[in-house]
């Protein structure tokens, strides 16, 4: 899952959907983390970790690796994160309306508030996401990705960011492979994400995570 799955999956307590968003600028044991994020942050950063671990293996997450080309087949995982990602944003409205807590039902409102609640972290904010946050707030990456010719976009970004060539040309044009199997991904997608929302669940109850207004 990318960003946007991350966060939705944060649940209700903000905090939670922050750490879920920015999860993967957080390197190393969460014990250790630097730059003095809140402990409910922390928390929602370790929720993306184990929602990371459950996809690896679940069943529906496998089956859209298996859709992937094998030529592309070894960033898959990359591929997959934000086709879901994709079906998310466009099937916002429903997906909200069955979140725990009371999301925003546009997804305009509630990727803005992702965003300034990143941007208040102010120096606790990881570097590597503070240097892309403006650009992200004004492009809004994450209501696009509603759009499949901006997750071919995303990906072709994400391919000049590798120093293997081989994994460059693996990711660049990859976009193209979501609209081959549309409606098996989607499928997939939709058989992922009801089970990603009980483990979260399951998570929170867990920890006994507190609840929250929505923002």
Not at 12 to 37: C, M, Q, S
């Amino acid at each position: 899952m990318n960003f946007l799955a991350h966060a939705y999956l944060g649940g209700e307590v903000a905090e939670h959907r922050l750490g879920g968003f920015l999860g993967d600028f957080v390197k190393g044991p969460l014990d250790n983390a630097p730059g003095g994020l809140p402990a409910e942050v922390l928390a929602g950063v370790e929720l993306h970790r184990r929602l990371d671990s459950f996809a690896e293996t679940h069943p529906a997450f496998c089956r859209s690796r298996e859709r992937i080309s094998p030529a592309r087949r070894r960033v898959a995982g990359i591929m997959v994160d934000l086709f879901y990602d994709h079906f998310l944003a466009r099937d916002w409205a429903e997906w909200s309306a069955l979140a725990a807590g009371d999301l925003p039902r546009g997804l305009a409102q509630f990727s803005a508030g992702l965003y300034a609640q990143a941007e208040a972290l102010g120096p606790a904010l990881p570097q590597r996401l503070a240097a892309i946050l403006p650009r992200m707030r004004g492009d809004d990456w994450l209501a696009s990705y509603r759009e499949p010719e901006i997750i071919a976009l995303a990906l072709d970004r994400m391919a000049q960011r590798f120093t293997r060539p081989s994994a460059r040309m693996a990711l660049c044009g990859a976009g193209a492979e979501l609209l081959q199997d549309y409606a098996g991904f989607a499928a997939d997608c939709r058989a992922f994400l009801p089970d990603a929302q009980a483990f979260a669940r399951r998570w929170r109850q867990a920890r006994g995570a507190p609840s929250a207004p929505p923002y």
